[in-house]
């Protein structure tokens, strides 16, 4: 691995010497080098995450074109979105996943590399919004970026899926009264039923009741 070392600064409300330190790490399929930089504010620092890339390049050996560009998250997600997902789904299901992305998962990842999406980083996503969405709304997010990972890892952009062990937490199910709800009595069930059955007419207001836990109908049963 080739490395060029540069020296600059960035402006802002102080001025913040740095260091680049320029790295071929392999090669592109018409030949020419595929280059990553480290920066950092002493040379100390840059030459410590040289040395790091410099280990997984004499480990792995020079990577191939594809799955050595760091990508941002958001535009890799786009382009799998639209091969894969989009023309699968109804339009309706496409409108929804997109608003999923839009809402939710773009704002949190969207200005990430790919790479630098780890599994605290997505354990950290799921627990807050477990905290403020409906279980369904959560799954579908993580099914969303569990199958994009999936596709980064294909594609060789990613070794394997850090989804793999994210975990979501269980809420309980309760009434409005936080009381767990209990099921219906088999003789207030059977008496349902036969209600229905007799009479359908009656079938949207025991549908009610079984929802709101409100029989109207339970002197007559």
């Not at 605290?120 to 959560?138: G, I, M, S, W």
Request: proline residues 4%.
């Amino acid at each position: 691995m080739r490395s060029t070392q540069h020296s600059g600064f960035l402006s802002s409300k102080k001025t913040v010497i740095y260091d680049i330190i320029q790295s071929t790490v392999g090669y592109k399929t018409d030949g020419k080098p595929i280059r990553k930089y480290k920066y950092g504010k002493s040379r100390q620092e840059v030459a410590k995450r040289v040395a790091a890339l410099t280990d997984e390049v004499f480990a792995n050996g020079y990577v191939t074109e594809s799955a050595s560009i760091e990508r941002n998250f958001e535009v890799l997600c786009r382009e799998w979105f639209d091969l894969f997902v989009a023309s699968t789904t109804t339009s309706r299901t496409e409108e929804a996943r997109r608003m999923t992305l839009k809402n939710h998962i773009f704002p949190a990842f969207g200005k990430f590399d790919v790479q630098d999406i780890d599994l605290n980083r997505l354990q950290r996503f799921f627990n807050e919004k477990t905290k403020n969405y409906a279980p369904d709304t959560v799954h579908k997010m993580k099914n969303l970026l569990n199958n994009f990972f999936n596709y980064a890892v294909k594609q060789h952009y990613l070794k394997t899926n850090p989804m793999t062990d994210v975990t979501i937490r269980r809420v309980k199910v309760g009434n409005s009264n936080g009381k767990k709800s209990q099921a219906l009595k088999p003789e207030i069930r059977t008496a349902l039923l036969g209600l229905v059955n007799e009479n359908p007419v009656l079938k949207p207001i025991i549908i009610t009741s079984l929802r709101t836990r409100r029989f109207p109908l339970k002197r007559q049963l």
